[in-house]
């Protein structure tokens, strides 16, 4: 039942037809495609959730990449940033593998899941505020359904999101916690929130983020999980 409804809305969110400037975009990208990947035949449209449909974790990234999620049809896969999270998802035990190429390369999460602040890849990798609230409904549902534990946000936007969903929820009042690499918050619920650099080319090739901070994030993630249960 759980997996079926976890099926379920992921084809709502594939479906989606809320941001007319999003959806254009992303078949721009489909029909125009990346040179090096002229034979591949772009997702073009909402990216879903991905992952354990039983997770405690739900990692909250910005948006599907142009000419990754974008042309795979899956969260994280087919570029840098994707290399970068699913080494260290395996790295510390939420991977069965470290890499992700296609929607068929045999990847599977464990107490995992992944989902985006906006799951439709924008312009210039800017979502507008209109467009991250109207994926907020997906980011309800999605915590919904998952006995969700621990978020982790990538970057100050999936942050961001989390907040404001909480806030939505009534779950926090007063002033927003800040974010910063390695922050943490927990809400009157119990829910904890785990804040890291997003694994962007801008962050891992300046060396903003690198392999141990980011490593150590997840070991962050998995006490957070030791003592919530």
Same mark, same amino acid.
């Given at each position: 039942?759980i997996?079926?409804?976890?099926?379920?809305?992921?084809?709502?969110?594939?479906?989606c037809? !809320?941001?007319?400037?999003?959806l254009?975009?992303?078949?721009?990208i489909?029909?125009?495609?990346?040179?090096?990947?002229?034979?591949?035949?772009?997702?073009?449209?909402?990216?879903?959730?991905?992952?354990d449909? &039983?997770? $405690? #974790? #739900?990692?909250?990234?910005?948006?599907?990449?142009?000419?990754?999620?974008? *042309?795979?049809?899956r969260?994280? +896969?087919?570029? *840098?940033s994707?290399d970068?999270?699913?080494?260290?998802?395996?790295?510390?035990?939420?991977?069965?593998?470290?890499?992700? $190429?296609? *929607?068929s390369?045999?990847?599977?999460?464990?107490?995992?899941?992944? +989902?985006?602040?906006?799951?439709?890849?924008?312009?210039?990798?800017?979502?507008?505020?209109?467009?991250? $609230?109207?994926?907020h409904?997906?980011?309800e &549902?999605?915590? @919904? #359904?998952?006995?969700? @534990?621990?978020f982790l946000a990538?970057?100050?936007i999936?942050?961001?999101s989390?907040?404001?969903f909480?806030?939505?929820?009534?779950?926090?009042?007063? !002033?927003?916690p800040?974010?910063?690499?390695?922050? +943490?918050?927990?809400?009157?619920?119990?829910h904890?929130?785990?804040?890291?650099?997003?694994?962007?080319?801008?962050? +891992?090739?300046?060396?903003? #983020?690198?392999?141990?901070?980011?490593d150590?994030v997840? $070991?962050?993630? @998995?006490?957070?999980?030791i003592? @919530?249960?």
């Open positions: 039942m997996e079926s409804n976890w099926d379920e809305l992921n084809q709502l969110i594939v479906g037809q !809320k941001c007319e400037r999003l254009t975009h992303c078949q721009k489909a029909e125009e495609k990346r040179k090096s990947y002229q034979d591949w035949e772009y997702w073009g449209k909402p990216v879903s959730n991905f992952g449909p &039983q997770a $405690e #974790l #739900l990692i909250v990234g910005l948006a599907p990449a142009a000419h990754g999620a974008n *042309r795979t049809g969260m994280f +896969t087919g570029d *840098r994707g970068w999270l699913y080494r260290a998802l395996h790295k510390a035990g939420f991977a069965n593998q470290p890499k992700a $190429e296609n *929607r390369d045999g990847l599977l999460l464990r107490n995992c899941a992944i +989902t985006a602040a906006c799951h439709c890849a924008p312009p210039a990798n800017k979502p507008s505020r209109e467009e991250i $609230e109207n994926c409904t997906w980011l &549902q999605t915590v @919904k #359904l998952l006995p969700v @534990k621990v990538l970057g100050q999936g942050w961001k989390v907040i404001d909480k806030k939505l929820q009534g779950e926090l009042v007063g !002033k927003r800040p974010f910063a690499h390695g922050a +943490t918050f927990q809400f009157p619920n119990g904890w929130l785990v804040g890291s650099y997003h694994p962007s080319q801008q962050n +891992t090739f300046t060396g903003r #983020l690198t392999e141990p901070m980011f150590s997840f $070991e962050l993630v @998995k006490s957070k999980l003592t @919530k249960k």
